[in-house]
């Protein structure tokens, strides 16, 4: 990797007031659980501010990681298409690879060859990442375990929350109830939307 910029590791997420990145019942059919797409009003119906911070992100986005369980829900039937996707209404032609964690690949994929599998864990994904961001960031979207992966691992040089103004009361947590290891954040950026809080923070080492 010598002479190749260095691209930050930014966890990137939409939750609730309460925590929950997505509402309870979650499955093939219902990516968001019930009653969570609420935390994505700010990307699908947000006002010209949430839109600056969606389209700013995609453009500083070099390669996507994801988990095993966000990818099956996504290449699924009720998943991603042309129109609905990350990136897919972006006005740059390059649309971001994306990293996918699993024990095993899948047979094949509804959405083809822009995912690539990884079976040996997180840091072998930001590795492989390095390799084709070109400096630009590479976004953990989720779901919640492998965010919290990333973390955990001291893997993560940023963490974006968007905070929607809602208490789903239940659902997917995206920090655990167990306890865990302290992480200190600094915050270094913030925009305040009726659909979401913006809040970007840089993990402290």
């Known amino acids: 990797m010598t002479g190749r910029p260095v691209s930050a590791v930014v966890v990137d997420i939409s939750m609730s007031l309460d925590g929950y990145v997505t509402g309870p019942g979650v499955d093939i059919a219902h990516g968001l659980g019930r009653g969570g797409e609420v935390l994505h009003t700010w990307a699908l119906e947000g006002d010209a501010a949430d839109r600056q911070v969606l389209d700013a992100s995609f453009t500083q986005t070099g390669a996507v ?14 998943g991603w298409s042309e129109e609905m996707g990350y990136g897919a209404q972006g006005e740059d032609e390059h649309v971001p690879p994306i990293f996918v964690l699993t024990h095993e690949p899948p047979a094949e994929t509804r959405l083809g060859d822009r995912f690539r599998f990884v079976t040996d ?28 992966a990333f973390l955990a691992d001291g893997l993560a040089d940023l963490v974006r929350l968007h905070v929607a103004p809602v208490v789903l009361g239940s659902g997917t947590r995206l920090f655990p109830l167990d306890a865990a290891a302290r992480v200190d954040l600094e915050l270094v950026e913030s925009v305040s939307t009726p659909a979401a809080q913006h809040l970007t923070y840089k993990v402290l080492r």
Do not use: T, W, Y
């Open 121 to 148: 864990g997180p840091r072998s994904a930001v590795r492989q990442a390095q390799e084709v961001a070109n400096g630009k960031d590479i976004v953990v979207m989720g779901g919640g375990a492998a965010c919290r």
């Open 65 to 78: 990681i994801q988990g095993r369980k966000l990818f099956d829900i996504i290449d699924g039937p009720h």
